[in-house]
């Protein structure tokens, strides 16, 4: 793993990730003659963040946080409520929902890094958050409209309003992640901190034997990541104008996150987008399907924990890139 | 305190015991196999499932479909431990867990979508013949009591098997410390298949006992999980009497809360209640170091 993040030039990464990035800008620009794709990919766009977001709990500091879809939504309630009520303008609902799953994601780490087994504690707590999210939602129903949700209407995204209404939050959300994508490569890659990264991705042990402060690394990647995940999921509920329980359960967020991730390959930048676009169109392909894609999403998770663990960056660098060399 | 206070402690007191039967499990699962077993709850639910099928449709008499049940729960269990976690197995330390942790969850999502799709409406409740009693102008049903005797005496046999028993201590000992039960001889992999059985053996029963006193459906599997997690981390994951005391503690936390403030809202508390414990004592209310 080591030799490859070191060894790699960095020109190939940052080549690779500014074609990734011009894709994002490009491709919608070609397509907005279809609505429905655009819809598709805007779809992507969200789900390559929440993946985002897993990838750099899991993959980067081994914290398996298994309430991302809980976080986003947790934060889009919070703001759908904020909007619905007329409580705040909808800028200050997104930056609230985003700072309360900052400082969720924040305790949770906190709380688990006290105890050695934190693989284990953060796994079991952040299932139990999910599970507690999905029972308040349901139960409140007052507040939160209980299953069916509730419906808010189109926000007034401010100087994006020239775009045609179908693009505006593809933009917002590629914005997103390409703002958040260039800082957390800057912190990986270029800083001192990211030294500090890389040695927790190898080995935590050791990385505590030369001095790093692995507590304060997890603890803070866990809340850049649940921000993410908050801002992330407020803007799937803008974008959805409906916000209710199935599209923040786990198996409509988490699920897809975490295939994304693995498939695409954890710890590494572009697992998520290769992973997500993947996902995209296999998605797309099973929709006939209708509830048994959870079945059939279980058993690709199954299947790749047990034979493709290391993703598909991973393999074109071992079995591809070699070709060229 | 009046009477229906009393019952909310009776009430609770079962939940406990049920939450112990299948934490213990986890436990015994985690300590043998350093795998913490995600998919526990969903092969009760597989269980119950099985027995309230059988009994809807075919007729077969109460008692051999709940063993029928209870077989299933077994088979799945054995099925995890065989093919499910053979890959898992190659790994070590952190990385053993983390895999295992997950490769049970992604199973329990697989085995969610099959149940549920499938059986949407197989509910169990098991009626017993038991009579209702009249305390001070409340009801009691006595099945309650019944079902807090059943699985208190489950818990014991348990118990003292693990203590008195050779495979009990073989099983302790392994717990304990692998290399020097491996130098005494002792077959992990045989052990590690019979403390999968033993643990899908008492979820099973968990899951009769649980139909008792209340219904149990598809979609309880996660619930269950959940809460023998917590019950697993509150007791100290290593420490089967800990999480005897912890599965107590919790069912009548639990259902303390669900009187006072909701079911809802209950868990919400109950969250915050284990976080505070954890925070007070972070290796488990028994105390024992990881």
């Not at chain 2, 049970?104 to 013949?129: D, E, K, M, W």
């Not at chain 2, 999980?225 to 019950?231: G, S």
């Amino acid at each position: 793993m080591t030799e490859y993040l070191t060894l790699q030039p960095m020109r190939v990464r940052i080549i690779a990730l500014i074609v990734v990035w011009a894709l994002h800008i490009v491709l919608p620009l070609a397509l907005q003659g279809v609505p429905y794709v655009v819809f598709i990919l805007t779809q992507m766009v969200f789900f390559t963040a929440f993946a985002f977001s897993f990838n750099f709990l899991f993959g980067f500091t081994r914290q398996l946080y298994l309430c991302i879809g809980a976080f986003a939504g947790i934060s889009a309630y919070v703001t759908g409520i904020a909007v619905r009520d007329g409580l705040t303008g909808v800028l200050e609902a997104v930056v609230l929902g985003t700072l309360l799953t900052t400082a969720l994601g924040w305790i949770v780490s906190v709380l688990s890094v006290r105890r050695k087994l934190v693989v284990i504690f953060t796994g079991i707590f952040t299932l139990a958050i999910t599970l507690v999210f999905n029972n308040m939602v349901v139960g409140l129903v007052s507040i939160t409209g209980g299953e069916t949700g509730f419906r808010i209407r189109l926000a007034n995204l401010g100087p994006l309003e020239i775009l045609p209404t179908n693009l505006r939050f593809y933009y917002v959300v590629t914005a997103v992640l390409i703002v958040l994508t260039a800082i957390s490569y800057h912190m990986v890659y270029r800083t001192k901190v990211g030294y500090a990264y890389r040695c927790v991705m190898d080995d935590e042990f050791s990385a505590e034997l030369v001095g790093i402060n692995v507590s304060r690394v997890k603890t803070l990647t866990a809340a850049f990541s649940s921000g993410l995940a908050g801002l992330t999921g407020a803007l799937y509920g803008l974008f959805n104008q409906l916000i209710s329980p199935s599209y923040y359960s786990f198996s409509a967020i988490d699920l897809p996150a975490q295939i994304i991730v693995i498939l695409g390959g954890r710890a590494t930048f572009f697992g998520p987008f290769i992973g997500s676009a993947i996902i995209t169109a296999v998605n797309e392909a099973l929709r006939f399907l209708g509830p048994f894609t959870q079945v059939v999403y279980g058993l690709i998770l199954l299947l790749l924990l047990a034979f493709f663990r290391n993703g598909l960056v991973d393999f074109i660098r071992r079995r591809v890139v070699s070709w060229f060399y | 305190m009046d009477v229906s206070g009393l019952l909310f402690i009776l009430d609770g007191v079962v939940l406990g015991t049920i939450l112990s039967l299948i934490a213990v499990g986890l436990t015994m699962i985690y300590g043998l196999a350093n795998v913490l077993n995600l998919s526990h709850g969903e092969i009760l639910v597989a269980g119950t499932i099985a027995a309230s099928v059988l009994l809807q449709y075919t007729g077969l008499p109460l008692m051999l479909s709940l063993a029928a049940g209870v077989l299933i729960t077994v088979g799945a269990g054995v099925f995890i431990e065989k093919v499910v976690l053979r890959p898992v197995y190659t790994l070590e330390g952190d990385e053993r867990v983390l895999l295992g942790l997950y490769m049970t969850l992604a199973f329990s999502i697989l085995l969610h979508g099959i149940l549920i799709t499938t059986f949407p409406t197989a509910y169990l409740t098991v009626n017993l013949p038991t009579p209702t009693i009249d305390l001070n102008g409340i009801r009691v049903r006595t099945a309650q009591i019944f079902a807090g005797a059943f699985s208190s005496v489950i818990l014991a046999i348990l118990f003292l098997f693990l203590k008195r028993s050779w495979t009990g201590m073989a099983i302790r000992s392994l717990t304990q410390n692998e290399v020097g039960a491996l130098l005494v001889g002792i077959n992990v992999r045989r052990y590690r298949l019979l403390v999968f059985v033993l643990g899908s053996l008492l979820v099973a029963l968990a899951g009769i006992i649980r139909s008792i006193v209340a219904t149990v459906g598809p979609e309880n599997g996660f619930e269950f999980t959940i809460l023998a997690l917590l019950v697993c981390v509150v007791g100290g994951i290593r420490s089967v009497y800990g999480t005897i005391v912890a599965g107590l503690m919790i069912g009548v936390v639990y259902s303390f809360l669900v009187y006072l403030i909701g079911t809802y809202l209950a868990y919400v508390a109950l969250l915050a209640v284990v976080m505070v414990t954890l925070l007070v004592r972070p290796y488990g209310i028994v105390g024992e170091k990881l």
